[in-house]
């Protein structure tokens, strides 16, 4: 069964930092496409970033330079350091793991996080 659990949501002021967790089990991170998704109220969800099998990242332009994604395969956890928050950051954040097939996509429960002005 494969599990992802989210933690490090919250309530920060503008220009503050987070950190948010997502740790794996029963799949290896390190043979997935993991990513961060964001759902701010009454829009779409969107890709916030995401880092292949091979290392490489990709990150959307509203969050490049401001917000790094990492992974520990010893831990199978990924990490979204997010840096100089904004009001528009604001949103629910999800945790995604993509495999090889269409089948393989699985979500976590998401964590808040709320970015004050």
């Known amino acids: 069964q494969v599990q992802l659990v989210e933690s490090g949501g919250g309530l920060v002021q503008a220009g503050g930092s987070l950190r948010l967790s997502c740790v794996v089990s029963?799949?290896?991170?390190?043979?997935?496409?993991m990513a961060w998704y964001r759902q701010a109220p009454g829009a779409q969800r969107e890709l916030v970033a995401a880092?292949?099998?091979?290392?490489?990242?990709n990150y959307s332009d509203s969050v490049k330079g401001r917000f790094t994604m990492s992974r520990d395969n010893v831990k199978n956890t990924v990490y979204l350091q997010m840096n100089s928050l904004e009001p528009d950051d604001t949103a629910i954040y999800y945790c995604?793991?993509?495999?090889?097939?269409?089948?393989?996509?699985?979500w976590g429960q998401g964590t808040q996080v709320t970015v004050s002005s």
């Open positions: 995604n793991l993509k495999g090889l097939f269409r089948s393989d996509d699985y």
């Open positions: 029963g799949r290896r991170i390190s043979m997935n496409t």
């Open positions: 880092i292949m099998p091979g290392g490489s990242i």
